[in-house]
């Protein structure tokens, strides 16, 4: 199932950042940094009470009128209609109820998005001061007193936000289909892919506002199976929210990412690996997606017989996180090679599946450990004791051992290099779970 998303907006210097830490800071659902990922994101996995969701932080937009107060919250609030389920909107009960936070409040009324008020800078505990009453003027119902710096007051708040989450109509998928997101930067040919699958010229979304589920998806059916692509960024006609924000056309591809079971990462033959491209390829990583890097435009590239190693050998360098990926040469423009995606598309959900019997798992770490010897640290040897396959989309394997901090990253990365070339595992992660192995005591 698509995750749920939860917009943080409000005017500047309400809090809106606190609060968004405070909810996010110290949770183990929160992902972790990959390289070439930038750590300046403004979305995080989290949960409350067993449901988990996604925080977006509308913190940090630079507007583009001298307008800067309503022009900023014109924009998060857009922002905001069209990605979100649910809508938290940040004031501040110092200043009272302001002509940006009422413009806002219209237009999310008028979207008929759901918003949860949050008035921030309660700093005391005990009986709101009367100055809450003021925020009922708004017209979003009850206001929540909140202190985001102490956090008191969050408690409440979550339990309203996550309610009308539980609300939402669960997302129909057919299982049939293999769904795919086809990401990259703008202009790398994602729009002409698409149409070339689809042999004409089409129209992706609907003119429907709201989040990318009120977006149409496209199916197609070839002798490959049935595909559904997902509406990302690149899909879509332009968006009354300013495309320059190049954060949040990274936002739109992370929720592409999250609803798809294959991503294709487009990247332009004639400019490499970019830093853009990096960041968004980093998204599938860490969502553990099934990856295929397509590199577009192969037919605007001079090219000799080593062309293609080197652009491979570069690729493989600048993407090194996720070495896993296959390499796909293509021309949208031309059809060359697109079929080609549809066999990789097919085979990598299959190793993003795979499962490995104990037996055989079993067989292959006690080979890899006589080959290389487990590290030692002061005289005490690592000792890979059992392996296990417990998930699959990604591949999953806990490994039981005497000492978890013996188990050094090099190692583990030598554990999953004897998988991949034992069992494949082309274009999936791997997730490794070490464990230590306790002896009962009588």
Request: include cysteine; hydrophobic fraction near 40%.
């Amino acid at each position: 199932m698509a995750n749920s998303y939860v917009a943080v907006v409000g005017r500047p210097n309400v809090g809106k950042s606190t609060l968004f830490n405070k909810i996010v800071g110290g949770r183990p659902a929160i992902v972790e940094d990959t390289p070439g990922v930038t750590r300046d994101r403004l979305y995080r996995d989290t949960e409350w009470g067993g449901v988990p969701f996604t925080l977006i932080d509308t913190g940090g937009i630079e507007p583009h009128t001298d307008d800067v107060i309503l022009s900023q919250m014109r924009t998060q609030a857009l922002i905001a209609i069209e990605t979100a389920d649910v809508v938290i909107l940040v004031t501040d009960i110092t200043t009272g109820v302001t002509a940006a936070d009422s413009e806002v409040a219209d237009m999310l009324l008028k979207a008929k998005k759901e918003v949860v008020l949050c008035v921030n800078k309660v700093d005391r505990p005990g009986t709101p001061p009367p100055e809450l009453y003021e925020f009922y003027n708004l017209g979003l119902g009850d206001p929540f007193p909140v202190s985001a710096v102490h956090g008191l007051g969050t408690g409440d708040l979550l339990d309203d936000v996550v309610s009308r989450l539980k609300d939402r109509p669960a997302e129909t998928r057919d299982e049939n289909s293999t769904y795919v997101a086809v990401i990259g930067k703008p202009n790398v040919g994602k729009s002409s892919f698409v149409n070339r699958v689809f042999g004409s010229e089409r129209t992706i979304v609907s003119d429907i506002p709201g989040t990318t589920r009120d977006a149409v998806d496209a199916e197609v059916e070839n002798e490959f199976g049935k595909f559904v692509f997902i509406d990302t960024a690149g899909l879509r006609k332009k968006s009354k929210v300013d495309d320059e924000i190049e954060k949040y056309s990274v936002l739109r591809s992370y929720m592409a990412v999250d609803r798809a079971d294959v991503v294709l990462i487009m990247i332009d033959a004639n400019d490499g690996v970019t830093e853009q491209d990096t960041k968004i390829a980093g998204i599938a990583h860490e969502k553990g997606k099934a990856s295929v890097v397509v590199v577009n435009k192969w037919d605007s590239v001079e090219k000799d017989d080593k062309t293609m190693d080197k652009l491979k050998k570069q690729i493989a360098e600048d993407l090194k996180f996720m070495s896993y990926a296959p390499i796909v040469f293509i021309s949208a423009k031309t059809g060359f090679r697109v079929e080609n995606v549809f066999k990789m598309i097919t085979f990598v959900k299959e190793q993003h599946c795979r499962r490995i019997t104990t037996g055989v798992l079993n067989d292959v770490l006690v080979e890899a450990t006589t080959k290389v010897q487990p590290p030692t640290d002061k005289g005490k040897r690592l000792k890979l004791l059992y392996m296990t396959q417990v998930a699959i989309k990604p591949p999953t394997f806990v490994i039981f051992v005497n000492d978890p901090e013996l188990f050094h990253f090099s190692y583990q990365r030598y554990i999953e290099n004897q998988l991949r070339e034992t069992f494949g595992l082309t274009g999936t992660p791997v997730n490794i779970i070490v464990r230590e192995k306790t002896r009962e005591k009588k």
